[in-house]
């Protein structure tokens, strides 16, 4: 199970440094994959911090240099940027599925964050009394990411014949995986929050992701380069399977 969370810690980092590498794309040529939601500000001097912020995050998470202490500060900006930028969008246009998707997404991250945190061992003894500040922190990381799970599982059952159209043509009954989708969505949720066989669970959840990585969201972002939605939605996606993958290895014993 430590292979499980290290490839967890390395999947995370990877798409922090790659959501850093698209700002740079962005604020030094404007050309090539723009930032897509939820990252893009349109603010150069909040594009050039966050570009700046994400890889400094990657980088530290890879190396476990000060690895906790970035962990807890990534989720508590991420937490503070998605309810400042996209939760009055979700409560204007509560109908809108775009919110709801980039909110959750992002939710699901700070979620991640701080359970990475936990994962690592403290910086040092005088940090020792703040472990179980951490800890509490993953249990709510915990539970973000089971409720955007339950977010992400209404949507791809409200709007499961889009979801369908989104999947590689030559898959089979592609209606089908959509509304599976959804279920094991649910039954990840229900596992991640209570704590009933989560290590199983979230590394299902890992595998599921990272099928996706490489069947759906690889070959849509070589067919559509420029576009930065596509590519923020694979490195979301390589954010989640690594985040499942630190759960399970996390919370190995459970």
Not at 49 to 56: M, N, R, S, T
Request: glycine share 10%; net charge positive; with cysteine.
């Amino acid at each position: 199970m430590n292979g499980l969370l290290t490839a967890g810690r390395l999947f995370f980092a990877i798409a922090m440094v790659f959501f850093g590498a698209q700002f740079l794309i962005f604020v030094s040529s404007m050309r090539g994959p723009l930032p897509g939601p939820p990252w893009s500000h349109g603010m150069l001097p909040l594009d050039w911090l966050a570009c700046e912020g994400f890889i400094l995050a990657g980088v530290s998470i890879t190396t476990g240099k000060m690895a906790r202490l970035v962990s807890m500060v990534l989720g508590v900006v991420l937490l503070l940027y998605g309810l400042v930028r996209y939760l009055p969008a979700l409560v204007e246009k509560v109908r809108d599925p775009g919110p709801w998707t980039v909110l959750f997404e992002i939710l699901a991250l700070v979620g991640g964050a701080w359970v990475l945190a936990a994962s690592f061992p403290a910086d040092g003894p005088d940090f020792q009394s703040s472990d179980r500040v951490v800890w509490k922190l993953a249990d709510v990381g915990r539970f973000l990411i089971a409720i955007s799970l339950v977010v992400f599982a209404v949507q791809h059952f409200m709007y499961a014949r889009f979801v369908a159209t989104l999947i590689p043509a030559w898959i089979p009954v592609r209606l089908f995986w959509a509304y599976f989708t959804g279920i094991a969505f649910v039954a990840a949720a229900l596992s991640i929050a209570t704590k009933q066989v989560l290590g199983m669970a979230a590394m299902l959840l890992g595998t599921m992701f990272f099928l996706w990585v490489v069947l759906l969201h690889i070959p849509r972002v070589v067919g559509a380069i420029r576009n930065g939605n596509e590519v923020t939605s694979l490195f979301v996606a390589v954010a989640m399977c690594g985040l499942s993958f630190v759960l399970a290895g996390t919370y190995r014993e459970v």
